[in-house]
């Protein structure tokens, strides 16, 4: 049976499959251009408010790289499509983790964060968990991998856990003993003369034009990513979870993979330890949490054989480096985790 897919009734099923292929590079392009601008807007907007820079990277940077993740499983999650909304979550946890972060471990040298990595760290082992968890309880109640559906009260459920966490985040962002006296700073540097406050308002403003040209760069390119994908899905009869954890999780994936790269490049390598393991909480409790309370997730029987096992064994090897002893994470590490994205791969393109 083949896939039928329509976001915002644009029908391309006229449109050449080279003309499509063009359409999903535009849709990765507005997705990763969206997002930073958000994040950067975002970030500039916090700064100039006197919001320190910790606060904006547990919080607003994971926020906003998990956006394009958001907007497209929720838009999926409406129009029916729960394979492609929890798979878009399942599958940016596993490029996250097993590609990104062993790319980062093979191209630089990343510092271990101990106060970060006993808090977020172990979060996101324990969010993995809690969804791996969850799934395969369903599977149980529901005698089978055949029918499986997450009903809106775990999706509530994972929302309210999400409140949780950012209050958190939060207060381990103001307990961080790096950043004590940067809040005093940030504090001082705020506070001036009318002069200073205009120019606090002007930048004010000019934050948030960039944040919401981000939003809706991401919202489009979200739009015409899932318009083209389901075409092509439609087209070569490729099922949706296959698509949703491949093509479109990378896609999405993009905004984390750019500033992982630009964060070694800068000298920075510790943003890239925080963006991942922020954006991976979100990714399950914000984009399976609000897509699942929006619409029921009907769940594959093909996540239980493959995705989620190699989601929660890729999270249980990040979680023994973060475990073992040592100031930074070593070089040899990143190819354990390289080898799992494409043993990951090689398997997927053999189930289709």
Known sequence: MMCAYSISGLDLSGLATWLLAVLVAVAFALLAVGADRLVTGAARLASTLGVSKVII??????LGTT??????????????????????????IIVDTAFIFGLGCLIGSIPKDRFVLRRHGLTKLATDTLLTTTLFLLAWFNQGWSGVTVPRSIGIFYILLLGTYMYLSVRWAKAHPEFAAAEVGVVARVAGTNSAQQHRLGATLRNLLLLSVGLALVLAGSHVLLEAVGELCSRHRVPPDVMAVT???FGTSLPELVTAIASIIKKHPELLVGNILGADILNVLFVTGVSAAAVPLNVSSSFFRLHLPVMWASSLLLGAYILTGGNK?????????????VAYCILLLRSV
């Not at 999650?77 to 798979?87: E, I, N, V």
């Not at 994470?329 to 994205?341: D, K, N, S």
């Open 67 to 92: 956006s394009a993740e958001a907007f497209v499983s929720v838009a999926a999650a409406f129009r029916g499509q729960g394979d492609l909304a929890l798979g878009n979550a399942v599958g940016s």
């Open 57 to 62: 990277g547990a919080t607003v940077v994971s």
């Open 329 to 341: 994470f070593r070089r040899w590490q990143g190819l354990p985790l390289m080898a799992v994205y």
């Open 247 to 249: 093509l479109i999780a």
